[in-house]
């Protein structure tokens, strides 16, 4: 059965990773399922230098190697949300936004998710000030004033990446200093574009449209400090106030604390037999990636006595693929798009990566054509030059001058995907589908085509009955690790109901769309030109919005 596995991993962050390593190595078949960004958090990390054995490195860098090392030993990699689980029985179930597995043991490292502080206008300004990923919005507050809260490493190592963009950065911290290393405050404490204030906590943010006050109070002195942009600007409010445990999937199922992080025991098993977390979705002292691995380890080497005694106790055994990866679609989808290098021929694509799109592309049902509306600017030749190297990879696709009234003038640089009769299937990117965006653009490719990626049948019942004409305007940043799950879910249900559309925007080229919209985070969609919306949702959301 090619759905059936000896271990699936929920969560593709240091823990899964390292997890999945040791499983493939000792010739059990693991698929790790991961619904944003292989890497997890520490991804967004620019500098590790505690890590054994390796001088320095980025949070990015080190996860892919440990991606690469797994893919070496035959670890599968799926980028999909799991939406439940069963895991009662000899064999667990696992419903995911792409399918279902079954597997003898299941592998929960899901980590963990930004904490929201509360205060008044934190919700109400959520994407029009209030930020949790300086990453992604970094950018939307060039110029401007932004404050900091919190006192933690994120705070501090943050604080700094945002000078790159920020006219000035307050960091608010409601202790004395701040909780992390010294040395990792360093940084912080004498840039010269930072001002750290201690003892203080935010009362309110304000504004209309967007953030611009904040008001925050002295918890030694009692005294309020308002503060608004001398310009009369709007100003940026980064939360970075620690995590919560994502453990949402297995209330009810396991054990947990009463702060919500998985019980398990020392070999890092749960309460339900055959189910074991590693990582920060667990109780523990010290949350680090050199932690992580090694509960990745530990839980790696339970999990293949278990499934050993579950093959002999039931007679089955997962089939690993003779020449690699079974699911050649979830390797594209697994695989980070930083990985597309140019090589020798000046293709944006290195070899390894052809040969996975070619992969993809010869499961697709039909062929697309790529239909370009092109201006004279430089974002327009690498539009072109991208969509060309795509189709230079396969004959299921073929490039197309567009006609002169299919896209504005202000909406190109563009590539509508459209059928071979020229017809168009309702996915289009404006400006160049790479970095995060490579990913959701070569999945909106094989959805359109088909067969495409499974979907619950209720939701596709759903799906069916929108009638009415629906436009899904996404705005997006390639660095955003969020923004695909949205691109990615509403492109596929423009994909299977002709009233639908799905057009994605890279802020970065259309100013008129952030002001327009008043965009201050990401993902920010529009449907049918109503009011903006802002984070992640997957298919079921976005049809209760509309």
Known sequence: MQNFYDVVIVGGGPAGLTAAIYLARACYRVLVVEKEKFGGQITITDEIVNYPGVVKTSGEALTKEMQRQAESFGAEFLLAEVKSLEVSGDVKKIHTSRGDFEAFGILLATGAHPRMIGFPGEAEYRGHGVAYCATCDGEFFAGKDVFVIGGGFAAAEESVFLTKYARHVTVLIRKDDFSCAAQSAEAAKTHPKIEIVCNAVVEKVEGDSLVRKITYRNTKTGTTTTFVSPDGGNIGVFVFAGYEPETSLVKGLCELSPDGYIVTDSQQKTSVDGVYAAGDVCIKNLRQVVTAVSDGALAATELEKWAAAQQKKTGRKAQIPAHGNA?????????????????????????????????????????????????????????????????????????????????????????????????????????????????????????????????????????????????????????????????????????????????IYDLAHYPALKEKYQVMSVPCFVINDGPAHFGKKDIAALLKLI
Not at 337 to 350: G, I, L
Not at 466 to 492: E, G, W, Y
Request: glycine share 6%.
């Open 327 to 503: 699911n050649s679609e979830a390797t594209v989808a697994g695989t980070p798009a930083e990985t597309v290098v140019p090589d020798k021929q000046n293709s944006p694509f290195d070899a390894q990566m052809l040969a996975q799109l070619q992969a993809v592309f010869a499961r697709m049902n039909t062929s697309l054509v790529l239909k370009l509306s092109l201006d004279d600017r430089q974002v327009s030749r690498e539009l072109e030059t991208y969509m060309n190297a795509l189709a230079a990879a396969t004959d299921k696709l073929r490039i197309e001058e567009d006609g002169p009234d299919a896209v504005p003038a202000q909406e190109r640089p563009c590539v509508r995907v459209c059928r071979e009769d020229g017809s168009w299937t309702g996915l289009a990117f404006h400006g160049v589908p790479g970095g995060h965006e490579f990913t959701s653009f070569i999945l909106g490719l094989y959805n359109a085509a088909g067969p495409g990626q499974a979907i619950d049948d209720l939701v596709k019942t759903q799906l069916a009955a929108v009638t009415k004409a629906t436009n899904f305007k996404i705005m997006v940043s390639l660095s955003c690790t969020m923004c695909p799950d949205l691109v990615v879910a509403a492109q596929r249900m423009a994909s299977l109901n002709p009233n639908i559309t799905a057009e």
